[in-house]
């Protein structure tokens, strides 16, 4: 499996070590979704096909090799787990538990990508899927595509529905800012621009819930965050 067919599940509580890893992958081909904790990973998991976990072993509640043991009971999709430098008996339990490799922190961004592309060379061909697609409700978005679709119809987006789309499937289940996604967008920034940029966000998400939504005034599925922006929650 290359890596423009691939899709990564990003999983760490440190936002910005999050951040980074989803951009440098993003960089190299990889398509990638994050999330902050275990519990925001289940919920990205019954809802999204994946072809690979980059797995944080320490983190708040849940930890990493407690999630890993208990999604092998589920699942064959490869685990990478980072784990804290010199600790021989983490790296050692996460194995038992299932994972397939581990890298020590700090690591260096290069040896994540190439640790990743082994990993995915390995897995077996049977496991790349088909159409990977995010389901809302009777719409289903196809990442790989970038299209939406209701049934067999093919739903029209506008070139900044579409890429608004591309930026919510990439975090879905995680708040994103109106100030994030001026700035994905490539809009203006500063001052009284970026205000009504921000405006005009608002107004695109509304054009857009008429398009994913049973009911656009009681959003399911592209849901305000109050103080913290829009998030897109598949089922």
């Known amino acids: 499996m290359n890596a423009p067919d691939a899709h990564l599940l990003i999983v760490d509580d440190d936002e910005r070590i999050r951040g980074l ?18 519990a925001h990973a289940r919920r ?22 407690s999630l890993t043991r208990d999604l092998r009971r589920k699942m064959t999709v490869p ?5 804290a430098k010199g600790e021989t008996a983490e790296r050692i339990e996460g194995l038992e538990a299932g994972a397939d490799d581990y890298l020590a922190k700090p690591f260096e961004p290069k040896e994540l990508l190439l640790r990743i592309n082994a990993i995915l060379r390995r897995a077996p061909q049977a496991a790349a899927k088909g159409p990977k697609f995010i389901h809302l409700g009777p719409v289903r978005y196809d990442l790989d595509r970038g299209e939406l679709w209701q049934g067999d119809a093919l739903v029209r987006l506008t070139a900044t529905e579409a890429a608004l789309m591309r930026i919510f499937a990439g975090k879905a289940g995680e708040p994103i800012s109106r100030q994030t996604l001026v700035e994905e967008l490539g809009r203006d920034k500063g001052g009284a621009a970026e205000q009504a940029q921000e405006r005009a966000v608002d107004v695109q998400i509304t054009r857009l819930r008429r398009k994913i939504e049973g009911d656009p005034k ?18």
Request: cysteine-free; proline content about 5%; glycine content about 10%.
């Open 79 to 83: 685990i990478l787990l980072l784990t």
């Open 21 to 38: 890893l989803q951009k440098f992958l993003a960089r190299n081909g990889f398509l990638v979704t994050a999330a902050r904790d275990a």
């Open 218 to 235: 009681e959003p399911r599925y592209l849901q305000t965050v109050r103080g913290a922006g829009y998030m897109l929650m598949p089922e």
């Open 44 to 65: 990205l998991l019954s809802g999204l096909d994946f072809d690979m976990i980059v797995l944080d072993v320490m983190m708040p509640g849940e930890d990493g090799i």
